[in-house]
Nanobody, 128 residues
Framework: QVQLVESGGGLVQAGGSLRLSCAAS????????MGWFRQAPGAERDIVAA????????YSRTSVKGRFTISRDNAKNTVYLQMNSLKAEDTAVYYC?????????????????????WGQGTQVTVSS
């Protein structure tokens, strides 16, 4: 049974920081590229950042570059999203997702429908 469990969300003031974690089980974690998505009310689920099966290649959407950092620890089956300088427009439910890559060359997938497994989401609220 595949499980992706996010944690670390909450309420923070603008300019503050949060670190999201996503613990995976039931998959060979090191064979999966991982992504973080977010969805605000009434909006589509959009890619935030993605990372290849190793931790050497990453992708981030333009609006979070320089503020958010994605990383992973394959020994702990966990992917992280460090979020700094948070803005009110970052408010959303954040989801982690797993994309089977089989250790192939990282080709970041930015469309939610292309991911194989999803977590339940964690709410991030940034007050202005």
């Amino acid at each position: 049974q595949v499980q992706l469990v996010e944690s670390g969300g909450g309420l923070v003031q603008a300019g503050g920081s949060l670190r999201l974690s996503c613990a995976a089980s039931g998959i060979t974690f090191s064979s999966y590229a991982m992504g973080w998505f977010r969805q605000a009310p009434g909006a589509e689920r959009d890619i935030v950042a993605a990372i290849g099966w190793s931790d050497t290649t990453t992708y981030s959407r333009t609006s979070v570059k320089g503020r958010f950092t994605i990383s992973r620890d394959n020994a702990k089956n966990t992917v992280y999203l460090q979020m700094n300088s948070l803005k009110a427009e970052d408010t959303a439910v954040y989801y982690c997702a797993a994309d089977y890559s089989g250790n192939s060359r990282f080709n970041p997938k930015i469309t939610a429908g292309l991911y194989d497994h999803w977590g339940q989401g964690t709410q991030v609220t940034v007050s202005s």
